[in-house]
């Protein structure tokens, strides 16, 4: 069984459709005994978070942070995956210039944000290449 959070600090939307793009996610991807949260927040405190952790004094649309990146955090039966941080503002933005709905981008920035959980960057073309086609198929099966 997985056990996550949604918490919204920034408005009092439920975004019920989260639950199904992560569960199918999770689902799809054989995680089992998992705990993590995605937190939905403003502009100005993902853009805090970026500048504190990545030294990045800008607003993003998402940060993770994978405990399991912590050799001694991973339990044996339990699997603590860590916390991801959407900007709800930025998301809207986003989706407006790219020309999807919201259900859409905020299902693709869960994902992103839950395949880095997992383990998953884009740091080179080759991990890129993974995540992304990963990304996509989670997002085609999922909305």
Wanted: no cysteine; glycine share 2%.
């Amino acid at each position: 069984m997985n056990d996550y959070n949604i918490v919204n600090t920034y408005n009092k939307k439920k975004y019920i459709f989260l639950k199904k793009a992560i569960n199918k996610s999770l689902e799809y991807l054989k995680i089992k005994n998992s705990i993590f949260s995605i937190i939905l927040i403003d502009d100005d405190e993902i853009k805090q978070i970026n500048k504190i952790y990545r030294k990045i004094d800008k607003v993003t649309d998402v940060i993770s942070f994978a405990f399991e990146d912590e050799a001694n955090i991973n339990n044996k039966n339990v699997r603590v995956l860590g916390d991801i941080y959407i900007s709800i503002p930025q998301m809207e933005r986003q989706a407006k210039d790219y020309g999807h709905s919201i259900k859409r981008e905020l299902s693709f920035l869960a994902i992103h944000g839950l395949l880095h959980l997992l383990g998953y960057n884009h740091e080179n073309k080759e991990d890129e290449k993974i995540m992304f086609d990963l990304q996509r198929k989670l997002l085609d099966e999922k909305i």
